[in-house]
Structure formats: structure tokens, C-alpha cells
């Protein structure tokens, strides 16, 4: 069993910039793929950014790319999603999740957490 506990989350104006961490615990999740995930009210769930257990790979939303960055520290079993040049419409509730292939999809992951808000506005 995977727990995972996001936090970081807050409200920031156009322009500026966040720093999620999701902490993991329990067996197997130093190895296992991680990402980030997020919903707006009334759309569906988007897979944003997905990192390899070794860190070698990512994989972003085309939205991001340029303006997100994640990463992950093995040693203390925690990822981030660095945001920068945040806009209005990159708020939503963003999630962690951990799974076992490398992609933006949810249906793969199989362990999840509580979502931290996210709200850019001025």
C-alpha cells in the first residue's frame, strides 16, 4: 500500500509561482512512476507531468511544457511540481498519484491523494 500526501498548494497571482510537494510513503514507492494530475471545476481530471522512478523521464501536458518542472527526491520520498508564469487557468485541485507505466493518463495509476488547491487569480 502507497500512501501519498500532497501540500504546497495556495493562491497566487498571474505571473507567479508555486512549489508542490507530494510525499510518499509505504512499500515499493521509491520505485514506482509519480505524477501530477489536476481538475478544474466542471472539467475533467488532466494528466499534467509524470517522472520515472530512476528521474531519467518525464512527460508533460502541452500546457505546461516551458512553465512547469517536476522532480522528485528519492532519498526523502517526495516529489515536486515547480510552477512558474502561472495563468488562470491553471487552477484547479492538483493531485498526486503513483502507478507503474510512464503517461498522462489516470487509468494507470493505481494510488492517489487528497488534492491540494491551486488558484491563480488577481
Known amino acids: 500500500q502507497v500512501r501519498l500526501l500532497e501540500s504546497g498548494g495556495g493562491s497566487v497571482q498571474p505571473g507567479g509561482s508555486l512549489r508542490l510537494s507530494c510525499v510518499a510513503s509505504g512499500r515499493g514507492a521509491r520505485n514506482m512512476i509519480m505524477g501530477w494530475f489536476r481538475q478544474a471545476p466542471g472539467k475533467e481530471r488532466e494528466g499534467v507531468a509524470c517522472i520515472s522512478g530512476d528521474t531519467s523521464r518525464t512527460r508533460y501536458v502541452d500546457s505546461v511544457k516551458g512553465r512547469f518542472t517536476i522532480t522528485r527526491d528519492n532519498r526523502k520520498n517526495i516529489m515536486y511540481l515547480h510552477m512558474t508564469s502561472l495563468k488562470p487557468e491553471d487552477t484547479a485541485v492538483y493531485y498526486c498519484?503513483?502507478?507503474?507505466?510512464?503517461?498522462?493518463?489516470?487509468?494507470?495509476?493505481?494510488?492517489w491523494g487528497q488534492g491540494t488547491q491551486v488558484t491563480v487569480s488577481a
Open positions: 498519484a503513483a502507478g507503474n507505466i510512464l503517461n498522462l493518463d489516470e487509468r494507470v495509476y493505481d494510488y
